[in-house]
T-cell receptor, first 113, second 113 residues
Framework: DTEVTQTPKHLVMGMTNKKSLKCEQH?????MYWYKQKAKKPPELMFV???????INESVPSRFSPECPNSSLLNLHLHALQPEDSALYLC????????????FGQGTRLTVV | QQQVKQSPQSLIVQKGGISIINCAYE??????FPWYQQFPGKGPALLIA?????SEKKEGRFTISFNKSAKQFSLHIMDSQPGDSATYFC????????????FGTGTSLTVIP
């Protein structure tokens, strides 16, 4: 199984809502990532988890809160988002060592209204 | 600051033709250079990757050419097919950083029948 599963596929939320994005992989990967992708732009790294610990936070606003409950799951908690946060949110996983394939999920298309 | 520069932004090729996408980088510490293919509404998927100790790598119709001295690498798609129409991202990563990718800006490829 080389799949990274993200739920939901689509999400519309108001600026005062709280919602969560979920990501799951069963490849035994110990590195997991959140990326944000705007239309016609490359993915931008947000967070990296290494062995369930947050190792990189690319200066992401606190309205985005990541969580890694175990080695297979990654969540992104959303609160008080702005319309400019509307984007495709991608989860990825890979082996911990560098220079290996990163597997991406299909993403969650988020719209903030 | 764009760590990896990619060109062209868009490319139209006839079916059966050769598609060529170029990337350049500045940081000589990069040690892994993947190409990702992304279809609309999907997450990126690894197409082919190369390390700087190799000048060329071929997988089926896809070839990476790597010029370490020029700090450039390129993707060649031979016998391009309409099903190859997608956005292609080059990327680079540093050693000992897991797979924290610096993505190029992307190339939208259209293969016309």
């Amino acid at each position: 199984d080389t799949e990274v599963t993200q739920t939901p596929k689509h999400l519309v939320m108001g600026m005062t809502n709280k919602k969560s994005l979920k990501c799951e992989q069963h490849m035994g990967h110990r590195a997991m990532y959140w990326y944000k992708q705007k239309a016609k732009k490359p993915p931008e790294l947000m967070f990296v988890y290494s062995y369930e610990k947050l190792s990189i936070n690319e200066s992401v606003p606190s309205r985005f809160s990541p969580e890694c409950p175990n080695s297979s799951l990654l969540n992104l908690h959303l609160h008080a988002l702005q319309p400019e946060d509307s984007a495709l949110y991608l989860c990825a996983s890979s082996q911990h060592r560098g220079g290996t394939e990163a597997f991406f999920g299909q993403g969650t298309r988020l719209t903030v209204v | 600051q764009q760590q990896v520069k990619q060109s062209p932004q868009s490319l139209i090729v006839q079916k059966g033709g050769i598609s060529i996408i170029n990337c350049a980088y500045e940081n000589t510490a990069f040690d892994y250079f993947p190409w990702y293919q992304q279809f609309p509404g999907k997450g990126p998927a690894l197409l082919i990757a190369i390390r700087p100790d190799v000048s060329e790598k071929k997988e089926g119709r896809f070839t990476i050419s790597f010029n370490k001295s020029a700090k450039q690498f390129s993707l060649h798609i031979m016998d391009s097919q309409p099903g190859d129409s997608a956005t292609y991202f080059c990327a680079a990563s540093l050693p000992n950083t897991g797979n924290q990718f610096y993505f190029g800006t992307g190339t939208s490829l259209t293969v016309i029948p």
